[in-house]
């Protein structure tokens, strides 16, 4: 990752960080390896997870019915 600052704008350099991090999921992924995971928390997590994606992918893919 890399983020460029120009002319000395480190706010705005910081904020397309903070974006770039939080759309590659690394907030998310610190958070989760903060503390120790159970392996069946992680497995329900993981499934809980597939299901919002494939529920997601449902959405996206049925057309919009207009009535």
Do not use: T, W
């Not at 910081?14 to 958070?31: N, P, R, T, V």
């Not at 497995?43 to 529920?55: D, E, F, I, P, T």
């Amino acid at each position: 990752m890399r983020i460029e600052v120009v002319d000395n704008q480190i706010e705005a350099a910081l904020k397309a960080l903070k974006k770039q991090m939080q759309k590659d999921g690394l907030f998310q992924e610190m958070k989760r390896r903060a503390h120790y995971e159970k392996p069946s928390a992680k497995r329900k997590r993981k499934q809980a997870q597939a299901r919002k994606k494939r529920r997601r992918a449902l959405q996206r893919s049925r057309p919009f019915d207009d009535d």
